[in-house]
């Protein structure tokens, strides 16, 4: 054997020993990295996307991202980015001042205000306004939010998404207001979102009412659990029990229900670390995809560093997901791919490769990169 092998096999053996010291794989990982990993996607979506740009849910949810982006890295020019794409909607989902018109069925048109895709942006809105405290920037999401909890209807939440897209905004805007409605109200809206998709066995959520199982199935005849869909809850509810008050009265239910889906998500993981975008049924539409498999990164990254989530059992779970984001999701150029494009369900045969890249699919990546960022910051 020639010595330069030598030296080399000793030197493997010598880093795996002390490895081994480390108790989690995922603790191997440097947190610097990561950083840099964040910066690297980051700035390669926003060197080539204007932040001039619709506040509807796939542009609101990448603004999610950015936000935890520029909690960890404090880069002005991330910061920026949001508050130029706020002020272009002038600080706006559906821009309709007629409330007779505000509807909440599907829609993209201005008079979908009630619509929980038009919503999501105020979150954006309102991190901006604990940033610098301008009643501007918070005033449309008070009204459409305050109008909304004035009515009698109670199901605005009729799909797994709009859990994300809204549950956040109704903690942020009572930890702005301390108005005790946005908490009796999420609540309500929960309640009804979960007795029409959670699934009492399998304890996973269908993407909607047309999913429900026997009535729909897969392509094997199984449950069919669309990926995305489950990640957009896990991330909703992690991001609910962050703001929620401690003493609040229903909180041990989204408790409950944040660990029964976490471990429903592991369970489903495949062993080259992503999850297919049929949860159940992974030759339904075989292959990695990257949303889900990041919004459910986040989720229990944010379980383990908050408590809900046994580290043993969760943190090799993490470590797959995160080698799979890091090693093939990410591309050489910093742009994220795997990612199924905009839809509602597992489709059958549907291309998703290293150039299938969306904004909210990066904004998934650095939602997950972020909360690693802060377990390894520990």
């Not at 049929?278 to 379980?303: I, K, M, N, R, V």
């Not at 046994?310 to 797959?320: C, F, K, T």
């Not at 509602?344 to 150039?355: F, R």
């Amino acid at each position: 054997m020639n010595w330069k092998r030598m030296i080399a096999i000793v030197a493997a053996a010598m880093i795996f020993a002390g490895c081994t010291s480390k108790k989690y794989a995922i603790d191997q990982v440097d947190k610097q990295d990561v950083l840099a990993s964040i910066s690297l996607v980051n700035s390669h979506w926003q060197q080539n996307n204007k932040p001039q740009n619709w506040a509807f849910w796939d542009e609101a949810a990448y603004h999610t991202g950015n936000m935890a982006a520029y909690e960890v890295t404090k880069d002005s020019a991330f910061l920026n980015y949001s508050l130029i794409w706020a002020k272009s909607n002038d600080w706006k989902g559906a821009k309709s001042d007629n409330k007779e018109d505000w509807k909440y069925s599907y829609g993209e048109s201005d008079d979908y205000v009630l619509f929980g895709d038009w919503q999501i942006c105020f979150q954006t809105y309102i991190d901006l306004y604990r940033i610098d405290k301008d009643e501007n920037r918070i005033r449309r999401a008070k009204e459409v939010m305050e109008y909304q909890m004035s009515t009698s209807a109670d199901d605005y939440w009729w799909w797994a998404d709009g859990l994300y897209m809204v549950m956040p905004v109704m903690t942020k805007l009572y930890q702005v207001t301390e108005n005790p409605l946005y908490l009796e109200k999420l609540y309500t809206y929960f309640r009804y979102a979960d007795s029409l998709m959670f699934d009492q066995e399998a304890h996973l959520y269908y993407r909607d009412g047309k999913y429900l199982y026997p009535k729909h199935k897969s392509a094997n005849g199984k449950r069919d659990f669309w990926a995305r869909g489950d990640g957009w809850v896990l991330a909703g509810l992690a991001k609910v029990l962050a703001d929620l008050p401690k003493e609040y009265e229903h909180r041990a239910f989204f408790e409950q229900r944040f660990t029964q889906l976490a471990a429903a998500v592991a369970e489903a993981q495949q062993s080259e670390g992503y999850w297919t975008r049929s949860l159940l049924d992974p030759e339904h539409a075989p292959g990695p995809e990257t949303s889900g498999t990041a919004f459910f990164t986040y989720g229990l990254l944010w379980g383990v560093n908050n408590g809900y989530l046994n580290a043993a059992e969760y943190l090799p779970v993490i470590d797959r997901s995160w080698r799979y984001l890091q090693d093939v999701a990410l591309q050489a150029d910093g742009s994220v791919g795997y990612v199924q494009p905009i839809g509602e369900k597992a489709i059958p045969g549907q291309v998703v490769d290293q150039n299938s890249t969306t904004n909210f699919g990066v904004g998934a990546y650095l939602l997950a990169a972020t909360e690693l960022y802060k377990y390894l910051s520990k």
